[in-house]
């Protein structure tokens, strides 16, 4: 089980590649974690005014339509989503030309 399991039940997953999202939402689920998931930073403020605040927010930093950094800033001004956790992906893959085999593998590289 992941290390942070015991702390973050929901989790909203924000990537633009349609496969990462699918394959760590699948992962996740199957970890006993509520999975909501985004494409990309508006998408992900429209999924955030719909649900409870999650316990914790996978952002992709490089998206188009809105970025991480822009997420971020309308994010923080949102009252019911000031203490959700955060951690951020600076990068697609963790080393060029290797993408991960496993969905434990794309975890550890995000």
């Given at each position: 089980?992941?290390?942070?399991?015991?702390?973050?039940?929901?989790?909203?997953?924000?990537?633009?590649?349609?496969?990462?999202?699918?394959?760590?939402?699948?992962?996740?689920?199957?970890?006993?974690?509520?999975?909501?998931?985004?494409?990309?930073?508006?998408?992900?403020?429209?999924?955030?005014?719909?649900?409870?605040?999650?316990?914790?927010?996978?952002?992709?930093?490089?998206?188009?339509?809105?970025?991480?950094?822009?997420f971020l800033g309308v994010q923080r001004r949102m009252?019911?989503?000031?203490?959700?956790?955060?951690?951020?992906?600076?990068?697609?893959?963790?080393?060029?030309?290797?993408?991960?085999?496993?969905?434990?593998?794309?975890?550890?590289?995000?």
């Amino acid at each position: 089980m992941l290390v942070f399991s015991d702390m973050a039940r929901s989790i909203l997953l924000v990537d633009d590649d349609a496969d990462t999202r699918m394959m760590l939402r699948d992962f996740l689920e199957e970890e006993g974690f509520i999975v909501h998931t985004a494409r990309e930073g508006q998408h992900a403020l429209h999924v955030l005014e719909k649900i409870e605040p999650p316990d914790l927010i996978l952002l992709d930093y490089k998206m188009p339509v809105m970025d991480g950094k822009q997420f971020l800033g309308v994010q923080r001004r949102m009252p019911k989503c000031r203490r959700c956790r955060l951690c951020c992906s600076p990068r697609r893959r963790a080393m060029v030309g290797s993408a991960p085999r496993s969905p434990r593998g794309a975890v550890e590289a995000h």
